[in-house]
C-alpha cells in the first residue's frame, strides 16, 4: 500500500512539471498576428541566432539542355521558283558564295510564261504611255478632245498596274527584271551569303516548285544554342551574361557564348522560356541540330544571401523571421533560389539592413 501510494506521488509530480514546464514556455512565446514575442528568460532566446543582411555581388551558375541552330536570317533553303528542268549548277557543296550570286540554272515553261507576261506588259505600258503623251499634246494645241484624253489615261494606268504586277511576280522569286531577256533560263540565286551546306543538284532533274530545297546555304561563323530556361531561373540570367556551351562530341571542351535575347513567352507546358545563346563557330564545333549542355554563369550583381537554416517552408510558402526589437520576430514571407548548399538567394521579400533569425527559427514557429 505503501508503495503504491509513492507511485502515485511520482507521476503526480511529473505531470505538474510537465504543466508547469507547458505553461511557462506558453509564458514565454506570445503570438500577435505574425508577429512572435520572446520572453528574455526563455528557453527558446537562448537558442536564437540573428544574421544582418548587406548587399554582396554574387555570381550564379545552372545548368540547363539546347539545341544548335543557325542565326536567324542566317540559313537559307533554295528551292526551284518554277517547275523546270535543272539545265546548270554553278556551285559545289562547302564552296561559299555571295548575296546574288547564281547557284543554278533552270529551263522552265512557267518561267517563260511569266517572263512573255512582263515583256508584253512592257510594251503595253510604253505603248499607253505614248498615246497618253500624244493626247495630251493636241489637247494643249487645239485640235484634241477631253474625252479622248480621259479614255488614254485610264488605259495607261490599266497598263501600268498590269506592268507592276507582272515585274512584282518576277521579284517575288528574287528575278530582278532587268536582268532577264526573253527565251533566257533562269538563274535562280543565293538570298544571303553563306557556304553551301547541302546540294541536292542533279543536272537534268525535273523538279517541282513544291518539292524540297536543292540546296542550302548558311552563315555558320556564329551560331545560336536555343537554352530552355525553368521559370524558376528566369530572374537570374540577363543579356549579354555568359554561358559555356558543351556537346555530346566535346563534353570536355566549353564552348564561349553570351545571352543575346530571352524570350517573353512562357511555355506552359514546360514551364520554361527560350534564351538565345550566341557563340562563336569559326572552326565549326557547333552543328545545327545538335543537343548541348548549356551552363549559364552570371554577371555579379548585388544581391541578398541568406543562410538557407534561415529559411522555414510552410506548403508553398518561404519564410524567416525578421528581428523587429528585442524579443519581438517578424514572420516575413520571401522568394527564394538555391545559391549554394550553405546560402540561398533572396529574390524578393529582404533587404540590405534586416536583421533575421539565421539559426533557431524552428522554435519560433507556429502551431
Same mark, same amino acid.
Given at each position: 500500500?505503501?508503495?503504491?501510494?509513492?507511485?502515485?506521488?511520482?507521476?503526480?509530480?511529473?505531470?505538474?512539471?510537465?504543466?508547469?514546464?507547458?505553461?511557462?514556455?506558453?509564458?514565454?512565446?506570445?503570438?500577435?498576428?505574425?508577429? +512572435?514575442? +520572446?520572453?528574455?528568460?526563455? +528557453?527558446?532566446?537562448?537558442?536564437?541566432?540573428?544574421?544582418?543582411?548587406?548587399?554582396?555581388?554574387?555570381?550564379?551558375?545552372?545548368?540547363?539542355?539546347?539545341?544548335?541552330?543557325?542565326?536567324?536570317?542566317?540559313?537559307?533553303?533554295?528551292?526551284?521558283?518554277?517547275?523546270?528542268?535543272? /539545265?546548270?549548277?554553278?556551285?559545289?557543296?562547302?564552296?561559299?558564295?555571295?548575296?546574288?550570286?547564281?547557284?543554278?540554272?533552270?529551263?522552265?515553261?512557267?518561267?517563260?510564261?511569266? $517572263?512573255?507576261?512582263?515583256?508584253?506588259?512592257?510594251?503595253?505600258?510604253?505603248?499607253?504611255?505614248?498615246?497618253?503623251?500624244?493626247?495630251?499634246?493636241?489637247?494643249?494645241?487645239?485640235?484634241?478632245?477631253?474625252?479622248?484624253? @480621259?479614255?488614254? @489615261?485610264?488605259?495607261?494606268?490599266?497598263?501600268?498596274?498590269?506592268?507592276?504586277?507582272?515585274?512584282?511576280?518576277?521579284? #517575288?522569286?528574287?528575278?530582278?527584271?532587268?536582268?532577264?531577256?526573253?527565251?533566257?533560263?533562269?538563274? +535562280?540565286?543565293?538570298?544571303?551569303?553563306?557556304?553551301?551546306?547541302?546540294?541536292?543538284?542533279? &543536272?537534268?532533274?525535273?523538279?517541282?516548285? @513544291?518539292?524540297?530545297?536543292?540546296?542550302?546555304?548558311?552563315?555558320?561563323?556564329?551560331?545560336? $544554342?536555343?537554352?530552355?530556361?525553368?521559370?524558376?531561373? &528566369?530572374?537570374?540570367?540577363?543579356?549579354?551574361?555568359?554561358?559555356?556551351?558543351?556537346?555530346?562530341?566535346?563534353?570536355?571542351?566549353? &564552348? /564561349?557564348?553570351?545571352?543575346?535575347?530571352?524570350?517573353?513567352?512562357?511555355?506552359?507546358?514546360?514551364?520554361?522560356?527560350?534564351?538565345?545563346?550566341?557563340?562563336?563557330?569559326?572552326?565549326?564545333?557547333?552543328?545545327?541540330?545538335?543537343?548541348?549542355?548549356?551552363?549559364?554563369?552570371?554577371?555579379?550583381?548585388?544581391?541578398?544571401?541568406?543562410?538557407?537554416?534561415?529559411?522555414?517552408?510552410?506548403?508553398?510558402?518561404?519564410?524567416?523571421?525578421?528581428?523587429?526589437?528585442?524579443?519581438?520576430?517578424?514572420?516575413?514571407?520571401?522568394?527564394? /533560389?538555391?545559391?549554394?548548399?550553405?546560402?540561398?538567394?533572396?529574390?524578393?521579400?529582404?533587404?540590405?539592413?534586416?536583421?533575421?533569425?539565421?539559426?533557431?527559427?524552428?522554435?519560433? #514557429?507556429?502551431?
Amino acid at each position: 500500500m505503501k508503495k503504491i501510494l509513492i507511485l502515485a506521488w511520482v507521476c503526480m509530480m511529473h505531470i505538474s512539471c510537465k504543466q508547469n514546464k507547458a505553461v511557462e514556455n506558453e509564458a514565454s512565446l506570445q503570438y500577435k498576428g505574425d508577429t +512572435v514575442f +520572446v520572453s528574455s528568460h526563455s +528557453v527558446v532566446s537562448s537558442k536564437i541566432k540573428t544574421y544582418t543582411l548587406a548587399q554582396q555581388d554574387y555570381s550564379s551558375e545552372f545548368n540547363t539542355t539546347g539545341t544548335v541552330k543557325a542565326i536567324a536570317g542566317q540559313m537559307a533553303e533554295i528551292a526551284p521558283p518554277f517547275d523546270g528542268r535543272v /539545265a546548270r549548277s554553278f556551285v559545289q557543296l562547302g564552296q561559299r558564295v555571295s548575296a546574288g550570286s547564281p547557284v543554278f540554272e533552270l529551263h522552265s515553261a512557267d518561267f517563260f510564261e511569266a $517572263t512573255k507576261a512582263y515583256f508584253q506588259s512592257l510594251q503595253t505600258r510604253k505603248t499607253k504611255e505614248l498615246s497618253l503623251q500624244r493626247q495630251r499634246d493636241l489637247l494643249k494645241n487645239g485640235v484634241g478632245v477631253a474625252k479622248d484624253l @480621259e479614255e488614254a @489615261e485610264t488605259d495607261y494606268e490599266v497598263a501600268l498596274k498590269d506592268y507592276e504586277n507582272a515585274a512584282a511576280t518576277l521579284k #517575288m522569286f528574287n528575278i530582278d527584271p532587268d536582268d532577264i531577256a526573253m527565251g533566257q533560263a533562269l538563274k +535562280v540565286t543565293s538570298p544571303i551569303s553563306g557556304e553551301v551546306v547541302q546540294a541536292n543538284i542533279v &543536272i537534268g532533274q525535273y523538279v517541282k516548285s @513544291e518539292a524540297a530545297p536543292l540546296l542550302i546555304v548558311a552563315e555558320l561563323g556564329k551560331v545560336w $544554342t536555343v537554352a530552355q530556361v525553368k521559370e524558376k531561373y &528566369i530572374h537570374s540570367i540577363h543579356t549579354d551574361d555568359k554561358v559555356e556551351v558543351r556537346t555530346d562530341s566535346e563534353p570536355e571542351n566549353a &564552348i /564561349a557564348g553570351y545571352v543575346s535575347h530571352i524570350s517573353e513567352l512562357l511555355d506552359e507546358e514546360t514551364r520554361s522560356v527560350q534564351v538565345l545563346v550566341t557563340c562563336d563557330n569559326k572552326d565549326r564545333r557547333l552543328k545545327p541540330g545538335m543537343f548541348a549542355s548549356v551552363r549559364f554563369i552570371n554577371q555579379p550583381h548585388p544581391s541578398i544571401l541568406v543562410p538557407s537554416t534561415a529559411l522555414l517552408q510552410k506548403e508553398d510558402e518561404t519564410y524567416v523571421f525578421v528581428k523587429a526589437g528585442e524579443g519581438e520576430y517578424i514572420k516575413r514571407r520571401v522568394k527564394a /533560389a538555391t545559391a549554394s548548399a550553405s546560402e540561398a538567394l533572396i529574390t524578393e521579400g529582404l533587404a540590405s539592413g534586416d536583421v533575421i533569425v539565421s539559426e533557431g527559427a524552428i522554435y519560433l #514557429m507556429m502551431n
